[in-house]
C-alpha cells in the first residue's frame, strides 16, 4: 500500500515491526522480500512518485575535496530512488575484494565472497538481467560467435558485464508495493531524527517530516537505513541528542571512508590496425536470452598480488577525437584566449603523429563538416579504479542548514598517491597489451613524469564506505549481519557498509546485501528475536 504522508494527521504515531528508511533499490528490494509474511513493514520515501525540486534540494551540501558533482545532482529522491538516473551496468565484486589485503590498510570484509553469492543469484532479477550464466564472459563469447582477446593473465583477464534496462524501481515495482497488504509506503516522508533511549543502545522512534504538511513519529521493533552512502551518516551524524558525536560514531567513523569510482576518460587513443582483432563483444552490447552483456578487461587477480595494485577495469568504446585533432584544437581554443597549452611538447607531438587528424581539425573548423576529410578508426578506453580505503576521505556536518533547519552535510573526497599509481600502471599495461595484441598505435599523456589528474575526472557516484563494515566496532560502524555496533535494533542496507569497493558498479552487491539482510530479519522473526 503507498500513502502520502502529507494526508496524515499532525503528530501522528506509525508503527511497524520494521521501518525501512529509504525508496530505492536497497529500500524497495528489502520491502519486497519481507512481503507475505506476518511482519508489519513501513517503507518512507522523502520524495513522491515524480522529482520535486524542494525536495531534491534536501540533499546540497558543499563540496571541500577532490572534484565532484553537485550533490543534489548525485542523487535523486523519490521513490526509486537513484535507479531512476542509473545507467544500468551491473557486475560484481570479486572474491579478492571481500580479502584483507596485507598491502591494503583497512580492507577486508567480516563476510567473502561465498556469503553474498546465491544472494547475488537471487538479486538477479530484481535488476532484470539474466539468471543463466550472467557473467560466464567465455559462454557468451562462443554463443555469439564473438572473440575474446587473448589477454596475458598474468596481467588482465576479460570479464562479463549485464546491462540492466536500466530498471526504475519505483515505476517497475510501485504496482507491488500497491498490493501488498503488510508494506506499508509513506511518501513524501522526510525522517529527521533517529530517537533512542538513554543510551543509545536502542532506537525508539523516527522524527519524519513533510514539506508543508505535518510532524510524525514511526515506532518500529526494527529500523534500517536504506539511503545513500552520504544520507545515511548525515541522518545518524545529525541523530545527537543522547549520543554527542551521533548514533553508532563511538570509534568516530561514521562518515569517514567515502569512495566512488573514478574514471578517466579515456586515459589514451589508439589508431587502430587494419589487422586489429575484433572488438564487437566489447564496443557494444549484446542482447541474449532476455538481457544485455558486454565484455570489458580488468586487471588480474595476480596483477593485484603480485604489484599490490587495487581493482581496475577497462571498457573499450570507439572514439571520433584523434590526438591530433584535440592538439590543433587546443592550439586554437589556447591561443585565442592567450592561455598556456597543457603539456606542450606531447601536443607538438600529437600535431606531427597524427598529422591526419590535424587536417580533419582544420577541415571541421574552416568548413563546419562534421564527417572527416580523412577517416580513421580510433578506440578511446574508459578506464575506472578503486580508491583504496582513505579515513581522510569523509562527509561532515556544516553549519549550512537546510529549510527543516538541519545542518548540511560536505563532501571531503580525498585521493592518495595509490589513486594515481593505479592510473599510470593500468594505462602502461593496456597499452603495452594492446601493442602486443595488434590493436594499434597508442598515445598517451598519462605517462608522462608531470602528468596531473585532469580538469574532468568522471565519478560513478557510488558512495560507499561512510558507515563501513567490521567485526570490530573500533574499526567500522556496523557488523557482519549490517547491525550498527552497539544498538540492538538498527541496521543499514547501503554501499556505505562496503569496507573496500572493488572497481565493479555497486548496485547488483546492494541488491544482494538487502536480500541478505531481509533473510537474517526473517530469521530473526522465527527466532522470537526481533
Not at 4 to 32: H, K, N, Y
Not at 138 to 146: G, Y
Not at 268 to 296: C, F, K, Q, W
Request: aromatic residues 8%; proline residues 7%.
Amino acid at each position: 500500500m503507498i500513502f502520502d504522508a502529507r494526508s496524515l494527521s499532525e503528530g501522528d504515531l506509525i508503527d511497524a515491526d520494521i521501518c525501512i528508511v529509504g525508496g530505492g533499490p536497497a529500500g524497495i528490494t528489502l520491502a519486497l522480500e519481507l512481503r507475505d509474511t506476518p511482519l508489519k513493514v513501513v517503507l518512507l520515501e522523502s520524495g513522491d512518485l515524480h522529482p520535486d525540486p524542494e525536495t531534491q534540494a534536501l540533499y546540497q551540501g558543499p563540496n571541500l575535496g577532490f572534484q565532484y558533482d553537485p550533490l543534489d545532482e548525485a542523487r535523486l529522491r523519490f521513490l526509486g530512488g537513484s535507479s531512476n538516473h542509473w545507467a544500468g551496468n551491473c557486475m560484481r565484486l570479486r572474491p579478492i575484494d571481500f580479502e584483507q589485503l596485507d598491502w591494503m590498510p583497512h580492507s577486508g570484509w567480516p563476510i567473502g565472497y561465498d556469503d553474498l553469492d546465491p544472494f547475488y543469484d537471487r538479486a538477479q532479477p530484481y535488476f532484470e538481467i539474466p539468471t543463466d550464466r550472467p557473467y560466464d564472459i567465455d559462454h557468451w563469447s562462443s554463443e555469439l560467435n564473438l572473440p575474446l582477446l587473448d589477454l596475458d593473465p598474468d596481467l588482465m583477464v576479460n570479464m562479463g558485464a549485464n546491462e540492466s534496462p536500466p530498471t526504475a524501481f519505483g515505476h517497475v515495482y510501485e504496482e507491488a508495493l500497491r498490493q501488498a497488504d503488510n508494506l506499508h509506503v509513506f511518501l513524501n516522508a522526510n525522517v529527521l531524527e533517529i530517537e533512542t533511549d538513554i543510551n543509545a543502545a536502542s532506537v525508539t522512534a523516527l522524527s519524519v517530516a513533510c514539506i508543508d504538511g505535518p510532524t510524525l513519529r514511526v515506532e518500529a521493533r526494527q529500523t534500517v537505513l536504506a539511503m545513500g552512502g552520504i544520507e545515511i551518516p548525515r541522518l545518524m551524524l545529525l541523530s545527537d541528542r543522547v549520543a554527542r558525536n551521533g548514533i553508532g560514531n563511538e570509534a568516530g567513523l561514521v562518515g569517514r571512508f567515502f569512495a566512488d569510482h573514478p574514471a578517466i576518460r579515456p586515459p589514451m587513443r589508439i589508431l587502430m590496425g587494419r589487422r586489429a582483432p575484433d572488438l564487437d563483444l566489447y564496443s557494444t552490447t549484446h542482447s541474449v536470452e532476455n538481457g544485455v552483456l558486454y565484455g570489458a578487461v580488468m586487471g588480474s587477480d595476480a596483477l593485484a598480488r603480485r604489484e599490490k595494485l587495487p581493482g581496475f577495469m577497462f571498457n573499450l568504446f570507439y572514439d571520433r577525437h584523434s590526438p591530433g585533432a584535440l592538439a590543433a584544437t587546443n592550439f586554437y581554443r589556447n591561443i585565442r584566449g592567450g592561455n598556456d597549452i597543457p603539456y606542450l611538447s606531447s601536443q607538438v607531438a600529437n600535431l606531427f603523429t597524427d598529422f591526419d587528424g590535424a587536417v580533419n581539425a582544420v577541415h571541421e573548423q574552416v568548413t563546419g563538416a562534421r564527417d572527416p576529410l580523412i577517416d580513421r578508426d580510433w578506440l578511446g578506453p574508459w578506464l575506472s579504479f578503486e580508491c583504496v580505503p582513505n579515513p581522510d576521505s569523509r562527509v561532515h556536518l556544516v553549519d549550512e542548514t537546510d529549510r527543516f533547519g538541519q545542518r548540511r552535510i560536505a563532501l571531503d573526497w580525498q585521493f592518495t598517491e595509490q589513486e594515481m599509481r593505479t592510473v599510470k600502471r593500468a594505462t602502461e599495461i593496456f597499452a603495452a597489451e594492446a601493442t602486443r595484441l595488434g590493436l594499434g598505435r597508442v598515445w598517451t599523456d598519462v605517462l608522462r613524469e608531470d602528468y596531473d589528474w585532469p580538469p574532468y575526472v568522471a565519478r560513478g557516484k557510488h558512495h560507499c564506505g561512510t558507515t563501513r563494515m567490521s567485526d570490530d566496532p573500533t574499526t567500522g560502524v556496523v557488523d557482519a549481519d549490517c547491525r550498527v555496533h552497539g544498538m540492538e535494533n538498527l541496521y543499514i542496507a547501503s554501499s556505505s557498509v562496503f569496507p573496500t569497493n572493488g572497481f565493479a558498479t555497486p548496485t547488483l552487491t546492494i541488491g544482494a546485501m538487502a536480500i541478505r539482510l531481509a533473510d537474517h530479519l526473517k530469521s530473526s522473526t522465527r527466532s522470537g528475536s526481533l
